[in-house]
């Protein structure tokens, strides 16, 4: 992706990478290439709360139901919310909000 992000530099560019546990937002405003040492927008990982289900599965103790989903905190994902990639759009960019829908 950052190979992409130093190309194609005649529009803005946002993008979302995920493998599932680790997410990324990149942005990448019109002509201006990706530095070298380019860092994500955003970041955030679910590593730490797998790791607690992993461990919870190895335990021999009782399940507490939606302990683990209790220890993922939302507020982690509120930069990959559609308002905030509106947000994005409107700072980094300065255009018009153009996603719409539920989040």
Known sequence: MKEYLRKDLDFHAVALLSDGIDWELWVRPR?????????????ISLRK???DVKA???????????????????????????SALN?????????DPVIVGNE
């Open 31 to 43: 002509h201006q290439p990706l530095p070298e040492d380019a860092e994500p927008y955003s970041y």
């Open 56 to 82: 919870r599965n190895l335990e021999n103790e009782s399940y507490h139901p939606h302990d683990v989903r209790g220890k993922i905190d939302n507020s982690t994902f509120e930069n990959f919310t559609a």
């Open 49 to 51: 709360p797998i790791g």
């Open 87 to 95: 947000e994005v759009l409107q700072s980094e960019f300065d255009l």
